[in-house]
C-alpha cells in the first residue's frame, strides 16, 4: 500500500527537501506539486491523493483559507515555519503540524500516523455492517484492546487523543476526527470540537454539560441543538 501524496508550497528549497524525504519513505509516493492552493486543487480534481503536504503562507491564498474553503480535502499535514498557526490547523482537523526546519525523524512520525489513520479508515469501510464491539489503538509501545462498552469519552490534544476508560485512561498518536470515523454512530456522539462521549455512558445532562461518571462534558453551543436529537433519540419520555 502507498499513499499518494501532493507537496504545496511556494518554495522550491522546502519542495525539494519534502520530495528527498517522500522519496526514502516506502508507503509514499508523489502525485504531485504545487506553489499555490490554486493549482493545487487542479491536481486534487484529476488525481486521486490521500495526503497533502500544505503550507501556510502562500501567494492568493494561504494554507489555512484553502483549509476553510475546501469541503473535500484529503489528510493534510501542514507543513510551515508558523507555530503561531497551530491550534487554527487543528481546529480544521489536519493530521498533524509540522514547524521547519523539522528533521526527517519528525516527518516520519507524522507520516506513519497519516498512514495508520488511513488504514484505521479503509478498514472501519470494510467492516461498515460487521457488528464489533471494540477496537486496537497503539499506546507506548503496545497494541491495546478498546471495547466500546468500557470507552467513556474521548478527549482530544492537538496530536493526541486522550481515551478516558472504566479502567483508566490512555494517550495515542491519532486526532479526534480520524478516531471519530472509526467509531459506530449509533454509540458515540461528538459532542465538542475536543470531546467525543459514549452515549450509553452518560449519566444526565444538565445545561451544556453531560455529566459522565466523575467528569463533566461540555456540549458545543453552536451544535447544541443536533447534539441533544442524536443523544435523546426520541427516547425522551414525555407527559
Known sequence: ?????IIVDDEPVARKLLREYIDDIPFLEIAGEADNPLKAQSILDREAVDLVFLDINMPKLSGIEFLRTSSSLPMVIMTTAYAEHALDG???????????????????????KAKDYYQLKVKAEKNAGIQENYFFVKCNGRIEKILYDELL????????????TINGKMIVYLTIKGIMESLPSEL?????????????????IEGNLIHLGKSEIPISQSSQDEVMKRILKDKMLKR
Open 90 to 112: 487543528f481546529t480544521l482537523d489536519v493530521l498533524d503540524y509540522l514547524v521547519k526546519p523539522f528533521s526527517f525523524e519528525r516527518f516520519l512520525k507524522a507520516c506513519t
Open 153 to 164: 469519552f474521548i478527549e482530544a490534544s492537538l496530536n493526541y487523543v486522550t481515551l478516558h
Open 188 to 204: 458515540f456522539v461528538k459532542v465538542h470540537k475536543s470531546f467525543i462521549v459514549n452515549v450509553q455512558q452518560i449519566n444526565s
Open 1 to 5: 500500500m502507498k499513499l499518494k501524496c
